[in-house]
């Protein structure tokens, strides 16, 4: 829970508002809560995505919200591996902004004592995701969550390092991937990767199972 009611940091001018050593210290402190990254419809997909899975690993993490929520949702057997090099990544936030380390494994740590014991296991990974993924010894991941380097490059990176880790049946959400779509939002690079891959006749081994706002759901067939 953030120290700082919403009506007095509403009043904040956005320079101050989006200052990085300045959020850091408030995220870290618990003084404002991680800026939150996706709507709720966003935020349901995510989780439903997430329910059952043994083991999770989120690419880009920021500030945490999104890691914050799969701390609170997922089994106290499970792993959640969290994947950022921090700092500032223009194809990945707007202009100016950047995540801190620090400040992130804090709020991170806080959602994971709100579990009293029962929280999963959180493994931290401070590197590009493709590092991550050359050196991870093939355990098999229930969930992917792709919210890293937003360019079309950048995402298609982290999906082709990834997609063999997945399960059968396991499932990986794209976010910010319906630019264009029916009630959609999104960012040109994760739309063209989502669309190329499982929109067309190339989506073989996976279906789109679930979508809404700036997420896709996909599944691997098992
Ligand atoms: C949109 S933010 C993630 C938001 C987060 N999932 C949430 O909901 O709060 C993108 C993050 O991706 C990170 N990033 C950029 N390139 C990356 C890469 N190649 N691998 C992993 N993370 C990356 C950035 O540092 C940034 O913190």
Known sequence: MAILPQQLRSLTPARLRDDVRLRALGVGLGLIPPRQMHSEDDARLLLDAAAGARRAVEIGVYEGSSAVALCGALASDSELHLIDPFGAHPDALPGGWGATEWATRRAVTRALRARRGDAPT??????????????????????????????????????????????????????????GRPGGRGLPGPTEVVNELFRGSAAQGWGIVAEADRTVVVQRRA
């Open 122 to 179: 959180v493994r931290w990974h401070v590197a590009l995701s493709h590092e991550v993924a050359a050196a991870w010894p093939g355990e098999q991941v229930d969930l992917l969550f792709i919210d890293g380097d937003h360019s079309q490059a950048g995402c298609e990176l982290d999906w082709s390092s990834w997609e063999c880790f997945v399960a059968p049946s396991g499932r990986a959400v794209f976010h910010d991937a319906r630019a």
